[in-house]
């Protein structure tokens, strides 16, 4: 299974930025696909993840700034960053956990850096 995201970039304050991801591999949809970011020095932490129910969570830091949508069919899945800060910055993982719970598969990681 390979995961393959795009959109990461350079963007000022208040902007926004589109990410996308999409699994290849996989016969079967996923527990759940999402993103996690990596700041310089920091650990990975999780932004953002869709269940295959519709079910959305999000780290606290970016609710009402940041939504995410997939597509369970299709094993795709999207952050859309809206209201971006400099502290968004970091390099964003897309992630997806199999639908037993026993694999983590990982994206190649895309750098979103929000400065002017």
């Known amino acids: 299974v390979q995961l393959q995201a795009s959109g990461g970039g350079l963007v000022q304050p208040g902007g926004s930025l589109r990410l996308s991801c999409a699994a290849s591999?996989?016969?079967?949809?996923?527990?759940?696909m999402g993103w996690y970011r990596q700041a310089p020095g920091k650990q990975r932490d999780l932004v953002a993840r869709?269940?295959?129910?519709?079910?959305?969570s999000y780290a606290d830091s970016v609710k009402g700034r940041f939504t995410i949508s997939g597509d369970n069919a299709k094993n795709t899945v999207s952050l859309q960053m809206d209201s971006l800060k400099p502290e968004d910055t970091a390099v964003y993982y897309c992630?997806?956990?199999?639908?037993?719970?026993?694999?983590?598969?990982w994206g190649q990681g895309t750098l979103v850096t929000v400065s002017s």
């Open positions: 992630h997806a956990l199999s639908r037993n719970g026993f694999d983590d598969y």
């Open positions: 591999g996989s016969r079967f949809s996923f527990r759940h």
């Open positions: 869709i269940f295959g129910s519709g079910t959305t």
